[in-house]
């Protein structure tokens, strides 16, 4: 019976085995350092709400959100992968994919003032069942302001040229508040008192698009000024 090859090594036996101890250990730490960021985006996801069409209208949360997420990928990259397991680099790789599109999912609400559209989130309620279109309509009425409000609030804008796209979009809806919308109420079988709350509504929307359509103009016209002033003359 051949003996147990580490056995057989002589005078390299005890340095062979420290190595190898030394190495599961590692192996095993970062295992736990994975299963402990799994534990982490496992609490987050209990936290935050997945993405959802009318989780778009309450973005209270959004910094928070962000924040969290941008910690857990912290970790997760940090964890040394020339110690880690195989089954522990499969664990990690999924992490990241996970993070990676939740984090896709929401930072370009902190990016991109033109997805705030209230009126491509009104165009599809019209293609709703009837009877679930007035509710919806008057859901989405009723968080325009702080839809907006959020927008303002969150957004940290590098590609300012996203704020004139934004503000084509407002006024997009604008014209679908003015046009399309209203005629689609003349076909649905309204009350008197129904029509008027929901021209009411219409009427409180259209201020609050106007209000974001401002912000979103200033803010483009405002740093293209700037970077007028601080060019050098003759240019």
């Not at 109420?185 to 409180?204: F, N, T």
Request: hydrophobic residues 35%; glycine residues 4%; aromatic residues 10%.
């Amino acid at each position: 019976m051949k003996p147990f090859p580490l056995l057989s090594a002589g005078p390299l036996f005890p340095g062979m085995v420290l190595l190898f101890v030394f190495s599961v250990m590692t192996a095993c730490h970062s295992d736990r350092e994975v299963d402990r960021v799994g534990q982490r985006f496992q609490q987050y996801q209990r936290q935050f709400p997945a993405r959802q069409e009318q989780q778009l209208l309450s973005l209270a949360d959004l910094p928070e959100r962000l924040d969290s997420l941008q910690r857990i990928l912290e970790v997760l990259i940090q964890v040394d992968t020339h110690t880690i397991s195989t089954a522990g680099k499969q664990e990690r790789l999924l992490l990241l994919q996970q993070l990676e599109r939740e984090w896709t999912n929401w930072e370009p609400y902190r990016s991109n003032p033109s997805l705030y559209n209230l009126g491509g989130l009104l165009k599809k309620q019209l293609v709703e069942a009837e009877g679930v279109k007035v509710d919806s309509l008057h859901h989405l009425f009723d968080k325009a302001e702080t839809y907006y409000q959020y927008a303002q609030r969150n957004l940290l804008v590098s590609d300012i040229s996203l704020y004139r796209l934004a503000a084509q979009k407002q006024y997009l809806t604008l014209e679908f508040l003015r046009g399309e919308l209203p005629d689609s109420l003349d076909r649905m079988p309204l009350s008197h008192q129904e029509r008027a709350d929901l021209d009411e509504k219409i009427g409180q929307t259209r201020r609050i698009i106007k209000d974001y359509l401002a912000f979103c103009e200033s803010s483009f016209l405002n740093h293209r000024d700037s970077v007028y002033q601080g060019e050098p003359p003759g240019r």
